[in-house]
């Protein structure tokens, strides 16, 4: 398609580019872990729900942990993510220990938001992060927003956030990307194009290939990159995250990744071909990432155990402490609507 | 006759339409291939062809928007919004556009919008609000709320066949929890007409959706005070028959409003004031109201539970009012 | 003191709030050079700059959502709707981020959006609709409705330093027909409490906006039957001041409301039932409401002036219920 | 900007070409009469306005009369329109005589709302007119609607709506011409570039200076054309809506114009720099086909004349109809809120 080739003339090509920064070891190891520290808690949440633990449906990011992983890695302890429900790997690497997810699963007062709402619906201003509503693309006008109040208050910080290849269908990505554009905010988007918006192929959401497209009706640059990668990911954002910072204006990223299983924990995603899968099975993020980590030399296997089976352990025990939670008090149902 | 769960009565009654009339057309995120997140029009697209039953992209003004400007064209459409929480994103060509065209040149949107509504599932703020009461103060607009599998059968019919934009508010906690008689013929239940569901003499009890299951076993509980309770299902919101309503309290002479949605604000404030106008001289006692607590829907079992109306709450707000 | 219109009154009390504090700032289309569609912000470029009176793109919810955003970094945004009418385009950003943050997980947004609102001006069903009801039913979100120069500098400040999303409805038709002493000083007025604007002890009349004053003509038409009305200006819709409310219906055991929106689902219809619920035994007569008629707002000024309420209808109402 | 010179490769020249197929001497006539129809209505509208006879606002489209016309003249009698305020024009070319707006804007009895709506929101189902509301954009899904309502009823129709440089910030924009995309809908956008939102310059509403780069991000083609030049505006309509006829879907045009008087009456557009108006005013669309008119001696000096006078009579005679029309009943008020 022509619209396709003329894009490609101006977007980062998609094959994952040699590091353009050296990462310290203890850097490469973090990533690793956070990238672990996400599936674990997934698979926790996933069997959790098998066990009709969780009240209401569950939600997980397996296949695009490289993504949230990358991208939250690149950022500074200032700068406010709007995570979306794909996005627990970026809510981690902020430091929000496991057991917040798994007690506000649960519905319990420990969680963070007290049993108010459910799964990664959550946020906490002392590290940045709004949270995310179920209707999509709120967070681009609102982190767009976060942006603006950076850029009065001079702080030179960046704000960014995720959206899906469904979600960027819903008007709020055009009006915030376009008001984040004109106003030159200190803005990231990072378009997850994982394949499906629940049952919707991307091929049925838009007729171009490529979203990043897109950024050249804003006139901000865009770029795509292996969202399997947890490195081009993270140079990609970090890339943009410096141009924000230095007052060039938003960028958009796309990030080219597939969701491993259904919508939710209760879609068997049958309307997902298997060679589909299989393709993306072996662009594992994770698998790829060790193969990189051996081979550079960077962990030895026994190091990726050994981190394996610290996350293990405390997800055992982020499970614990949310099982072992107390709910909240039904009364306490009406607090909170007004802030004081 | 049939007995089906509610879910199908939808699902049956909206395709028995899409047979009969060649102008009606479903369309919405997920309807067609997947069945629709609750599987709504499941086989829909089998037998309709994807012209008739349409995979949306993800954008709820567009797809009320596109209804809209079909519907003008002649065609009557059926959209499905995900959960009814998301039509806060057609909110705009909805109320504008959609409920105003008639009134300003006279050009009939006969389109409706399905609108999985209401908790009880833990599905938390986003996945179970009950929006009704916004679109109550919108001109131009019918709602209708089924309370059982005949009603929501009956109710679907009468909404595509209306020539003004319907929203059609299905409860998903009725979906597979009530199943009923549901003739495999045609029929129809019109709008804005309500049902005495249970007959009574002494207290008024005036509801709709999913509190009409918990009212029910409420008046059953005031049997055992001797007090007899008439139950009035109202199914459609917009407009709501006020004749039965009045009817009813003129001759109970108490009256009580159940509803799942938040108190303030909801459509039981504008039922209790056109009581208190239209019976003030029938009144023996404050009309009652029952409803969830003026917060968003929160997650947790216990908050969910404290938020909302059920059996014993209602029951003690009747046995209070029986006692006044 | 200074004798100045609504419109300036409003103009002055954000002005001086963006002078107090650095925190404070407008967006909107057109608020920048051209000072506002109603030139509510004339002058606030020139003296706070652009980085504090931002000419935004058009579009909606883009404002309300980034307003959002700069609250919970800790700024006090003031948004201005050009119209009242078009936060239709910003609801879903409104009521499902801006109003359920600071419940979910505690977060505040402290945030004002202005809106014009009203009919009265022949501006047609797009320029002219009163959307506070709408509102009513969303909780986390407050409300407030000026009807004088003095409450809308007071409340224009109260709005800026709450910590909640403020909707401050500014009635456009009263922005250059009503003048009134303001204090040159800092005051403000709290959210929440309503005023009595004439004491009387036969009828209480609820009203607010740009309904007050006509309703205080219809009091003293009243006046030549001997029939004394005390005229309750609500100043704030959510929360309103359900207190000031019954005091004054125990007193004079007769109740009306009077509002600009239209009649089904209006805030009548809530502040009606309260009355009914909590003063039942003090009334001697129905409540009753006068508001607008069930209809988009119509152009054509016999068909506006048709809809809307005014003295007369007011004062006849009144009588009705001084005669019941 | 690279975005532009990017679009730029995939977008029509805007300099007029051309014309790419023959117009007869009665089209070529009838395109002179409607503009001159267009402009006579529009000075009728802002004289009666300062007369103080209209109750609410007055909306004039001077300098973009070749745009209505020369794209609404495009179409055939069964396609749909959806026009803006500024699309008069376009209206007149449907049929609607100009009475009709007159009555409307003094809100008679007469007027096709019957006093409901003002000055030229109104529709007519028979001409295939959808009123439009004030709400920017609302139009495009809706229009799209029409467009998918054609396709199932296999009717070889096509709608066509207009939007500003403005209304293309919003987000049923962006949403609207994506579905109208991805279902190939036989649905025309045209985007008038008019310089201004009220007193927003366009360089505030986008960083790209031509809008039609957008359209590749919805995999559509975009065309630029000179807005003030009737033919070239016919011409690219024209072959947008054959393509949409034949099933090729949807196309943006841009149409690069200008607001020669203020937003509204009310408004003196004092925020427009002299020069930009002096620019423009030279591009004069109506004087700018006169002299096309003369030089391919299609029509000779009396023939405009005579067309102008024909205009003035019967705007004279549109004036007296609406005058002399009765106001609605109050009563009226109450009637039509739901069709039966
Ligand atoms: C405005 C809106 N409409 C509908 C939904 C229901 N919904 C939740 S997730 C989803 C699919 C999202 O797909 P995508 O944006 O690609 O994100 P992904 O799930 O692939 O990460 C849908 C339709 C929603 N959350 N918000
Ligand atoms: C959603 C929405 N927001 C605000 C307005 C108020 N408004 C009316 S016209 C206008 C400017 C429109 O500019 P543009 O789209 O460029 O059209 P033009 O007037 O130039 O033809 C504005 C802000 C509106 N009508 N709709
Ligand atoms: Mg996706
Ligand atoms: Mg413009």
Known sequence: MAESTAAKKNITNRKPKVLKRKLSKKQLTELYYYMILNRALDDRISSLYKQGKFHGGAFVSRGQEATSVGSAYALEKGDVIGPMIRNSGAVLVRGVPPHEFLANYLGKKTGPTHGKDGNSHFGDLKRNIFAPVSMLGVLIP???GAALAFRIKKEPNVALTWIGDGGASIGDFHEGLNFAAVMKLPFVLILEN???????????????EDFVVRAQGYGIPGEIVDGNDVLAVYDVTKRAVER??????????????FRMKGHAEHDDASYVPKKTIDYWQKRDPIANYEKYLLKEKVLAKKDLAEIQSTVAKEIDAAQTFAEESPLPLAEEAEQGVYAS | MSNITYIEAISKGLREEMQRDESVFCLGEDIGAYGGAFKVTKGFIEEFGEERVIDTILAEAAIVGVSIGAALMGLRPVAEMQFADFISNGWNQLVNMGAKTHYRWGAAVPMVIRLPSGGGLHAGPFHSQNPEAWFFHVPGLKLVAPSTPYDAKGLIKSAVRDNNPVLYFEHKYLYRHVKGEVPDDDYTIPIGKGEIKRAGKDITLITYGSMVQFSLEAAENLTELGVEVEVLDLRSLLPFDKEMILA?????????????????????GEISACITQDAFEYLDAPVKRVASIDTPVPYSPPLETYFMPNTEKITSALTELAEY
Chains 1, 4 share one sequence.
């Open chain 1, 142 to 144: 609102v982190c767009a």
């Open chain 1, 194 to 208: 994982n394949g499906y918006a629940y049952s919707t192929p991307t091929s049925k959401q838009s007729l171009v």
């Open chain 1, 244 to 257: 924000a910072r230095k007052g060039e204006g938003p960028t958009l990223i796309e990030a080219k990744t």
């Open chain 2, 248 to 268: 009813s309290v003129r001759k109970t002479n108490r009256a009580m409003i159940v509803h799942e949605a938040t108190l303030t604000g909801g459509i039981g």
